[in-house]
């Protein structure tokens, strides 16, 4: 039970930089758009991020300090478990790779725009979910309350009628 509280821990702690994700790579777009290159843009848009998201991006930017092929970049996008993201870091280090170019940018724009869409999606539908739920559990509830205001009030009556 103890491991399976951990494991769940985790996955709360992945699903949490996985939101803050799309927001540190918001940053990072804006910086590359300002024709910085990507691993200045990385190292600045680390400023705002959260400790635990602050740690790996600081991973990553010495991993990518010892090796200058595609390796880090995967590895950060595999810890987070989502395929989408190593997509997003591929097209990443395509931009380090090919270099400062406009399609470059541009598929990188379009596949985390894609991410940040679809990740806002399931977070929207996640809060309706959650919203469902409530209004059903308000109208159960109703309901009982309902149902015991009759048994008051047939209980009521039957002792009118008995005389008490």
Do not use: C
Request: a negative charge; aromatic letters at 14%.
């Amino acid at each position: 039970m103890f491991l399976s509280k951990y494991n769940l821990l985790e996955e709360d702690k992945r699903r949490r930089l996985e939101m803050e994700f799309v927001e540190v790579f918001s940053y990072i777009r804006i910086y590359l758009v300002n024709k910085e290159n990507v691993y200045s843009s990385i190292k600045k848009a680390s400023q705002y991020t959260s400790k635990e998201m602050n740690e790996e991006l600081n991973k990553l930017l010495i991993r990518i300090d010892e090796d200058k092929t595609i390796v880090p970049f995967l590895d950060f996008g595999h810890y987070f478990k989502n395929k989408v993201i190593d997509e997003v870091m591929i097209a990443l280090y395509q931009m380090v790779d090919g270099g400062y170019s406009e399609n470059f940018i541009n598929q990188f724009i379009n596949v985390f725009d894609e991410f940040k869409a679809r990740s806002n999606n399931e977070a929207l539908f996640k809060r309706y979910s959650k919203m469902g739920t409530i209004n059903q559990m308000s109208l159960v509830g109703s309901g009982y309350l309902m149902f015991v205001m009759l048994l008051v009030i047939i209980n009521i009556i039957g002792d009118l009628t008995n005389g008490f």
